[in-house]
């Protein structure tokens, strides 16, 4: 009988020797206009890599609402994890202002990805990273492309700073108590009367802490979710804003490339001006409200100066709620506690206390020093973040991190004999 033999193609093999093709796109603005031009540009490339013979369509990495000179793009992140893992040979950007307006960040990014392979293609500029021009080429373009982004930014800026020059009110998009209808300022109804609630008990006696309670009781939302806290209600107590009047220009950015937001502490005039707006409550209750403000800041005068006093005042963060730690010396037991779980406890902060003896060790270990010095640890640590319970991460300022693992001692072995004998006694003379 015949043998029948059936000849079986490589496709598996086949497909491997085609490109893999990826794109990224991005905004630089949440508006509908712009998340519209993020649409058509995915659907664009979408289209036209799988169209290409040779090429194998991996997906559009696309970016919302976030702009080319900060490190905060996730999709750009997953992108360059992806072309790691080798699952990238080829990536198509509109344009270089759209990957990177910071020239440096660009040519490390471009140097990487050429190093694993990766060709980048900036469509505008008809350029791909792995030309041999293409390096100095992208060089002169990203200088252009950082200096349009300054540009822009200064004249931003000019605009908005004649703004405060001229007394009018912006960026009031979001406080607690108002909305924006077609540009101008309206009063919430009922958010303004939890606002007069909060001024009125707060001068009656009722503490940040103590108001924070009672509107999570009430189960009022905050504009941006999440719960209640001490320094929210302080900062509602704190605003001029309320009385329709706007003090201006409190915050300014620093600089275009890394577009941080900064109290204005004298770097720049502040505008004071009256009547932009709908008033909540008026100008008396404020005054009275920032007279017991006063007050209860006097009675804690003695913490003012804990920054000079100790190395690790204002840098140690819980991750669990944000806030900073404070210390507190119990007895002689000093130790390290989230300003959240002091104020309002463990039901807002189940947060743990980190010795300051396992703080001054830990940081021994992880600058190599045999005593702690607070010069070099102040030069070389920004933050110490405290994820959970026994577990600390220092974060240094040139960005990298050490994590450092430690134990919480049971109540009876933190117990030394001294006290062992004076417990007996107080146990007996109950007796």
């Known amino acids: 009988m015949k043998r029948t033999i059936i000849k079986k193609e490589k496709t598996i093999a086949a497909m491997s020797s085609l490109t893999k093709v990826a794109a990224y796109a991005r905004v630089s603005s949440g508006k509908d206009e712009m998340l519209h031009s993020l649409a058509a540009q995915v659907s664009h490339y979408s289209d036209y890599i799988q169209r290409q013979p040779g090429w194998f369509y991996i997906g559009v990495y696309a970016d919302e609402a976030v702009t080319g000179t900060k490190d905060n793009r996730p999709e750009f992140k997953r992108l360059l994890a992806d072309c790691r893992s080798r699952k990238i040979d080829m990536v198509l950007t509109k344009s270089i202002s759209r990957f990177a307006r910071n020239t440096v960040d660009l040519l490390e ?22 030309s041999g021009d293409g390096e100095l080429l992208l060089t002169i373009l990203a200088s252009y492309a ?15 700073r004649k703004q405060f020059e001229n007394g009018e009110l912006t960026n009031l ?16 109804p009922e958010q303004a009367a939890i606002v007069r609630m909060i001024f009125k008990d707060y001068i009656n006696g009722m503490g940040g802490g103590k108001l924070a309670e009672k509107l999570r009781k009430m189960e009022i939302p905050r504009v941006f979710g999440g719960e209640w ?25 620093t600089d275009h490339l890394s577009k941080k937001l900064v ?25 009275k409200a920032q007279e017991v403000l006063q007050k209860r800041r006097g009675r804690c005068k003695t913490k ?38 002091l104020q309002e406890g463990k039901a807002a902060c189940p947060s743990k206390q980190v010795p300051e003896s396992v703080l001054y060790s830990l940081s021994m270990e992880v600058l190599g020093l045999e005593k702690f010095n607070a010069d070099s640890f102040e030069k070389e640590i920004a933050e110490i973040l405290v994820p959970e319970p026994g577990k600390l991460i220092f974060v240094f300022r040139d960005g990298h991190t050490i994590e450092k693992l430690w134990q919480h001692k049971s109540r009876s072995e933190s117990w030394t004999d001294e006290m062992r004998e004076a417990a007996r006694h107080h146990a007996k003379r109950r007796c």
Request: glycine letters at 4%; a positive charge.
């Open 304 to 341: 003012r100066n804990t920054l000079s006093r100790y190395p690790f005042s204002s840098i140690i963060s819980c991750e669990v709620c944000g806030k900073k730690y404070k210390r507190k010396d119990r007895k002689g037991k000093v130790a390290w506690y989230c300003s959240t779980y």
């Open 146 to 160: 950082q200096e349009e982004s300054r540009s822009a930014s200064e004249n931003c800026k000019w605009r908005i």
């Open 229 to 253: 806290r001490s320094d929210r209600v302080l900062e509602i107590i704190k605003n001029e804003k309320y009385t329709g009047n706007a003090l201006l220009q409190k915050k300014f950015v």
């Open 109 to 130: 990014t471009v140097r990487e990805l050429k190093s694993l392979g990766v060709d980048v293609f900036f469509e505008e500029q008809n350029l791909h990273s792995m």
């Open 263 to 287: 109290w204005n502490n004298g770097q720049l005039p502040k505008y004071y001006a009256e009547d932009t707006h709908p008033s909540i409550i008026d100008q008396e209750t404020f005054d």
């Open 173 to 188: 998009r979001f406080l607690f108590g108002y909305k924006i209808v077609k540009g101008k300022v309206k009063i919430e």
